[in-house]
């Protein structure tokens, strides 16, 4: 905790004070660019990774990245998804999925996580991950590694598909007024990479920049980062 008080400290005597200008604007109300959806893992941050400011990310976390499907949970999930589209007005929305993710591994390895029965039941919102891997990538020699990323890619995917069944995503999209992103962040390298629903691939953000996520995915193993 001394670590937290320190730093609550050095933010009010010496953060706040040089952007004070931003902050006193910021009381005056949000204006989000993006719904920002991503893992609840300590080592994600999505204002780091994407150097931005307070006030430009509308943030959702949980574990996995996951988004029940429309009226099947009673989480926040849905109401911070509509908060985020029909009151804040966002255009874009961002699923990041991440390399070496506790919930994706848990997933495919139930025996991990026989002792968390809230973490089974919240993960029952991604079986359609597990089922694709072991249905499409189980004939394919893997390494547990490989295994890993193409689950953790998939995930983003499925979430996707998740997203649009819920009413207020599913009509921006019928209007054009809405896009989505899938994108995986790769902890060891600092890089990202954005699906290209186009080529069916996952590519450095560099190479796929601005690349929607609607289309449905095509089988590779080139998804594998």
Not at 117 to 145: C, D, K, M, Q
Not at 175 to 195: A, M, P
Request: contains cysteine.
């Amino acid at each position: 905790m001394q670590k937290l008080i320190s730093g609550l400290h050095h933010f009010q005597t010496r953060v706040f004070q040089t952007h004070q200008e931003l902050f006193e604007r910021l009381a005056q109300g949000q204006n989000p660019e993006a719904l920002f959806i991503t893992c609840s893992d300590s080592r994600i941050n999505p204002n780091l990774i994407t150097q931005t400011n307070p006030g430009d990310l509308f943030i959702l976390r949980n574990a996995g990245n996951i988004i029940p499907p429309h009226g099947a949970a009673n989480g926040g999930e849905g109401a911070t998804i509509e908060f985020a589209i029909a009151a804040l007005g966002v255009k874009d929305i961002i699923v990041c999925g991440h390399s070496l993710c506790g919930a994706v591994k848990g997933l495919l390895h139930p025996e991990l996580i026989e002792k968390l029965p809230s973490v089974i039941s919240w993960l029952s919102h991604a079986e359609a991950t597990r089922s694709i891997i072991n249905e499409n990538y189980g004939h394919l020699e893997l390494t547990e590694e490989q295994r890993l990323s193409v689950a953790i890619q998939e995930n983003v995917l499925v979430q996707l598909e998740n997203l649009k069944t819920h009413p207020a995503v599913a009509a921006r999209l019928a209007r054009g007024e809405l896009n989505l992103h899938g994108w995986t962040y790769k902890i060891e390298t600092g890089e990202v990479f954005s699906y290209d629903s186009n080529t069916g691939q996952f590519a450095a953000i560099k190479e796929a920049s601005g690349v929607s996520a609607i289309d449905k995915p095509r089988l590779s193993l080139n998804r594998i980062i």
